[in-house]
């Protein structure tokens, strides 16, 4: 299969930049080959074959490995939408990031439940959204699929956004939406981790980016990291040095994500670098 | 309290060489203060009172505040006991550290369920003891019991000992047992933690030290750690890294331990620098 | 001391929040006594002594004990400068901060010697100003000495400004310049730390937050921390990966100074928790 | 060349098992391409080349791009020789994984300038050789290459050997002897880096394997890492965390090494995961 990859890159007359594979052997048996990922970068300069024939030429050897294959190229940068809530820190990083042509998307919209972010995201020229819960939070989730569909978002981030998504939005977005979860999963599900991680007197509290299913926090991890605390932490400085945890292992895990790097499979991840 | 301990000290011709306090406020309200914590250590050299007078000299201010006391002397290495099983790296870092003096303590005897470790316990000069479980658990749990009280040991260590102790076993030994998990709690209890990760697809793995309660994994956490990992890792190379980590972590909960730095209280502990 | 100072709190109707000791026996010889290091920080409500007075009440036991003492009340916010040039990681982040109110100072303004920043730092509701270096850099140095004089700034921050403070604007300002340097201090002093790094083929890269001396980079250490980085990273993808260590270790260290538990001595700090 | 190698594998009937690819464009220019680095893992059951004939099979693939290759077999064990000098720690820690089964090679002997770890090796099944330094420095250098010459040593380890080999000892094993600093290089060089390390007063100390090259502490990086330190650690508190760091940092770079992982090229070095 690499062999066969690597000679139609040749083949075309282009030039592989990286190229990385991986077995996952451990589903694996005596008449169930392992699993095989495989991602190869190369340069589309002077490549024998058109970007926009690019998947129809490839098929033939797809169809022989029976692969699944997903073409990209790095100057189609996708359409991403952010949605927070009312904690700002995420958001302000990823707008700071995006500022900075850090992430390689195009950020469309920045959508809330609260009217907080409007300011800031005006200011970094970003149209921001604001979807209240109101009465009914069934209209709301509805409303904000509406929203992402009309702007033809194909990945969303939830930088602390507090509202659960119902399943029928989730299943719209099969690992195109990541999360942040503030604790190293699968430790500390669900609300007030922080309470939790104090209640448990844990000595290192963490951050997990991981994509949304219906299975709320229990999603493909892309990333996570930790930090230590001792016994003089309450919540309030727990929320406060978990905060840049947050930040950086959202913006890590969408960095990957939007390079490309991040291969989900069942409930885990190959995490190419 | 603060200045009545310092002037005790002072009055009596001590030199203070560390002192710590924390206030947990967590539980404090109208009419609960919080709970108090100090570590008070002095040079005893030309102190007016002797060492074996010290508690009752003491007792006044105690009773004042009423303050639970405990009056350590570092000259006096409490007596230890390492109980293992068949994994031997947690056993040969602590012998090693022993053998190095890095260990306040008196390490008394190795026991252990299988005989494997008889030669390298011997080699390193500690006493080797073989209790095979048998036919029978809890015969074998009464005789580690016997075995401990027989020698006058004071403070346990399991280095990846694989029995469960039984609840009378653990109530022998309030907050004198350390056990070593090799996963960060509360993720992952129980048996089989590395391919518990593997299984969640985490892109960390841990190892927790905690002291041990009749409740399974659920005592308090004296020290943590965590180390990266990726898809690459099958439950063998977690299982690689995963013992640098325990190795570590015990050894740094075992030291501030017997430094008397450790202040368990509930489900906590104070951990004093 | 400890007694003495614990007295005075408490004669006075004082209450000890949080209290750390420290004794630095490294210069300690025959009739050269260590430097003992203390943090008391007490509640002022009904204290017997008025805030104004503090000083000159605890003026006899510092007397006694030929102690430096300095007095600050947590309602008193520092006036702050941020200095900065045209990488705004740690100007977004230090704003960001400011504006969430995790930031124990008074934010006076923002001064730069590139325009760029403006719209940010107005957005943000802190006055910025642009002094261009132009032909003389001594007189931009005098400048910007005399608008921080004549603002009444207290702290000054240094977030990846690019230039080099004069010996003589430095001395004006002992300890209360904070600077963030990019590389693990004292590897890679001076300009282009990444890329010193990626020359030396180092496996991690890090972050140093320090007192600004007329020594370049070889002032007191705050805080420092560091990031794995592989073969694969270039300069890009270095400074990339350091910008994250940058934001998040000055952070650090300002919050700690800002907080009062800097205590720096001779080319060193204690940093209490 | 991705393509001839894959094709060559594949022709011959084997499978990939891992393969990794890097280019290192930091000296490219116009009529100059990046280097570029590659690790083919196969299995070489029922590969149509036998092992012995394998390099040969290979060499018109190696001509055609100009390759350096180095052909290794899982199956064959190096030659591997610890150097130590008093510290045990780093030897022990060789000691132990060897006896578990962790180092792919094959440990020939143990060599010292002391005689203190000579029961430790035998308990472990290795002979010790001691080659005091007494009047004449070089004459040990020369007694300890005839030593590792005569044994037909592959690799050198050296676990805290305190004693600087000459050029000529150092050339004889180019990229084959791996040293454990006690910094974080390139801080740090030469003597007592913790001493170092508390008279700059850093808040991080680090532990580095390298290659050995004829210039002090200036070859090829495998492996860094670091602890946190602060102000109440003194030289003693530093070695005894450092101790740690050595231990891990050391076996990690071992372990890429034997593993055939670590690429050495000028003075960096590519470690394939």
């Known amino acids: 299969m690499v062999a066969s990859v690597a000679d139609f890159v040749w083949r075309n007359g282009g030039n592989i930049i990286h190229a990385e594979q991986h077995t996952d052997l451990s589903q694996a ?3 169930q080959p392992g699993l095989f990922f495989q991602r190869v970068e190369f340069e589309l300069t002077g490549f024998a074959v058109q970007r926009q024939d690019l998947a129809e030429a490839f098929q033939p050897i ?6 699944d294959v997903l ?3 790095s100057a189609e940068l996708p359409r991403l939408a952010v949605l927070a809530s009312k904690a700002p820190h995420c958001l302000i990083d990823l707008l700071s990031r995006w500022h900075m042509g850090e992430l390689a998307a ?3 919209l920045v959508a809330s439940n609260h009217p907080d972010h409007r300011e800031l995201c005006e200011f970094f020229g970003v149209p921001f959204y604001e979807l209240p819960v109101g009465d009914s939070p069934a ?9 992402l569909k009309s702007k033809s978002i194909e990945q969303v981030v939830l930088a602390r956004y507090m509202r659960v998504l119902s399943p029928e939005f989730v299943e719209q977005w099969p690992n195109r939406i990541i999360n942040i979860h503030h604790s190293f999963l699968p430790a500390f599900v669900g609300a007030n981790p922080y309470r939790q991680a104090l209640e448990r ?3 290192v509290i963490g951050a997990t980016a991981h994509f949304v299913t219906a299975d709320l926090d229990k999603g493909p991890i892309i990333a996570q990291d930790v930090a230590p605390v001792s016994h003089r932490d309450g919540v309030t400085e727990l929320t406060r040095k978990g905060r840049d945890l947050e930040v950086v292992v959202l913006a890590r895990a969408l960095e990957a994500h ?16």
């Open 29 to 31: 048996g005596a008449d």
């Open 62 to 67: 797809a169809d022989q490995f029976n692969m």
């Open 71 to 73: 073409i990209r190229c």
């Open 106 to 108: 195009e950020l469309v």
């Open 139 to 147: 209209e709301q989730d509805q409303q904000m699929q509406d929203l």
């Open 201 to 203: 007197g844990v000595k």
């Open 258 to 273: 939007l390079d490309h790097r991040v291969l989900p499979y069942g409930n885990r991840t190959v995490v190419f670098h």
